[in-house]
């Protein structure tokens, strides 16, 4: 039910919506879920682009029965952490600040970051960093925003605690890898509108092939698995071969795979396009994809020589 726990039948829901193309945020007003819980479950579970509804499933059957960490012994004097804590908290505060986070915020992140397993609450946050509650609030509402920080009930009383937990690096990870390749197709389809011999296509060009670059080396094919690098040649070969768009149920089909496995292997090609180099894959409707060639991998004046 809406709020309780994703259900098996829920992620097979989401695995087909993301074959389909939909956003986080569509997927969870269909499901009447928060955006943040649907982008946790796809963070957890769909590394590489790889969300299998049974896997996913699966998974959450071992957290569930993983048994919870023993809280640490957390340095503090007198309730209060130890000058050593309150020294290194200020300063990785400070490096954070530097990349542009907010340096209160960035002291809130840091204090969550080394709390125990249980998190802390606003109240923890005020009295460690002695400041005011405003400021705390405003920095937990910036954290929870960018997914680096989540919240949970205080089993001893109504209070809630703050947490960093174990997804938040994957999550981030995923989002910037994400994002450079999402920049790199939406810089190559610029391209195609505006022409590769204009100055605006020249530039799209460069900038294309540096997010594509930066999405290859911070995502690269070495992290996936033999088998899914395998199925990403096959759906390739399968296009190419076909030389028409083709549905996902006909590729499925074709192919003799399970649907969650044809679907696998396209929405690796969606995030790591450069497998597909020099071709690209393009979904023309919903579930319907072909192979283009890529607007960047030839000059103007090449693609006027193939042309005539």
Known sequence: MPGGRLTHEDRIRIAAWLADGLGYAEIGRRLGRPTSTISREVARNGAFGDYLADQAQQAAGRRARRP????????????QPTEAVRGFVDQFAMLLAATGLPRMTARVFVSLLTADASGLTAGDLVHRLQVSPASVSKSIGYLEAVELVVRHPDPGGGRERYIVDDEVWLRAWQADTSAHGEIATAARRGIEIFG?????????????????????????????????????????????????????????????????????????????????????????????????????????????????
């Open 68 to 79: 919870k960490p023993a809280r640490p012994v957390e340095p503090t004097t007198g309730g």
């Open 196 to 308: 590769a011999g204009t100055a605006a296509g020249v530039r799209l060009g460069r900038m294309g092939q540096f997010f594509a670059r930066l999405t290859e080396q911070m995502g690269g094919s070495s992290t996936l698995t033999e088998t899914a690098v395998r199925d990403v040649l096959a759906v390739l070969a399968a296009l190419a071969h076909a030389g028409r768009p083709l549905t996902l149920d006909t590729l499925a089909t074709a192919l003799n795979w399970p649907r969650d496995r044809a679907t696998a292997a396209l929405n690796t090609l969606r995030h790591q396009p450069d497998l597909a180099d020099p071709l690209a894959l393009r979904a023309i409707a919903p579930a319907t994809y072909t192979l283009t060639a890529r607007p960047d991998r030839l000059s103007p004046e090449q693609r006027l020589a193939l042309e005539n």
